[in-house]
C-alpha cells in the first residue's frame, strides 16, 4: 500500500502525503492512524479527496524528521484492514423562491426549466468529497452533467447558512453563513455544523447524500423543531 503514497514538502511548515490509488477510503484512513499518533507534533491537518497535508510545528520537529515518522508510522500499519462503511445521509432541501437564488440563472445556462433542474438534481446520488474552505463546508460530487455551470463571476458577499449550491461538476453545502461564488439553488433546514459539538459535523469523506424536496411549511416546521 505504502508504494501508493508520495510525499512533499511544502517549505518547512507543512508535509503533504498524496495518494495514487484508493482516493478518499485511504485519505480518511490515514489521517484516522496520523491524528492520533503525532497530534503533539502537527498543528493541523487538510484533507483533500486525494491527498492529506500535516502542518508540523516546527519548534517540535522538522519537516524532514515528520516525513521520516510518517513513512515508519504507515509501513507498520496493515491499511484497508477495517474498510470504512460509507454513511447515506438524507437532506431535505427546499427550492421555495427566496432560496432559490440563482436558479433562473441556472435555467438560462442549461436550457432546463427549474422544474427539470430539480427533478435531475433530486436524481443524484452525491459522494461527500471533502469538508473544508469554509469550516463544515461539504464539497459532494456527483453533479449530472446536464447542471454542470461555472461558479458566479461575482461572488455573493454573503450566502445564508444552509444554502444548497452547484459549481462545475460538484455540489455543495454551506453550512454557515458566508461569503460564496456558487450558484444557489436551494436550501436545507438541517443544521449539519455545530462548532461546539465533537466532532462538529457528523458527516465523513466518503459518505453518501441523497437529497429530497421540502415545501416551504415543512421547511419552517422542520426549522422550528431545531431551536
Not at 102 to 122: A, G, M, Q, R
Amino acid at each position: 500500500m505504502r508504494k501508493n503514497f508520495s510525499y512533499e514538502y511544502l517549505g518547512d511548515r507543512a508535509l503533504i502525503i498524496s495518494v495514487t490509488q484508493g482516493g478518499i477510503n485511504n485519505i480518511h484512513e490515514i489521517y484516522s492512524i496520523l491524528s492520533k499518533k503525532l497530534e503533539d507534533l502537527v498543528l493541523d491537518f487538510v484533507k483533500t479527496p486525494e491527498s492529506l497535508a500535516l502542518y508540523n510545528d516546527p519548534y517540535k520537529v522538522s519537516v524532514k524528521d515528520l516525513s521520516k515518522r510518517v513513512k515508519s508510522l504507515l509501513e507498520s500499519e496493515t491499511l484497508g484492514k477495517k474498510e470504512r462503511i460509507a454513511k447515506t445521509w438524507k437532506i431535505p432541501v427546499c427550492y421555495d423562491g427566496s432560496f432559490g437564488l440563482d436558479i433562473k440563472h441556472v435555467s438560462k445556462k442549461t436550457n432546463l426549466s427549474p422544474k427539470e433542474i430539480i427533478d435531475i438534481y433530486l436524481k443524484g446520488i452525491y459522494k461527500v468529497n471533502m469538508i473544508g474552505f469554509l469550516p463544515g463546508f461539504v464539497y459532494l460530487s456527483g453533479l449530472d452533467k446536464k447542471l454542470s455551470i461555472p461558479r458566479k463571476k461575482t461572488p455573493r458577499k454573503e450566502i445564508s447558512e444552509g444554502s444548497i449550491a452547484i459549481a462545475n461538476r460538484q455540489t455543495g453545502i454551506y453550512n454557515i453563513k458566508s461569503p460564496g461564488g456558487w450558484n444557489v439553488i436551494g436550501k436545507t433546514p438541517t443544521s449539519l455544523f455545530n462548532k461546539n459539538s465533537n466532532p462538529p459535523i457528523r458527516l465523513k469523506e466518503g459518505d453518501i447524500v441523497k437529497f429530497y424536496e421540502i415545501n416551504i411549511q415543512e421547511f419552517n416546521n422542520l426549522k422550528n423543531n431545531e431551536k
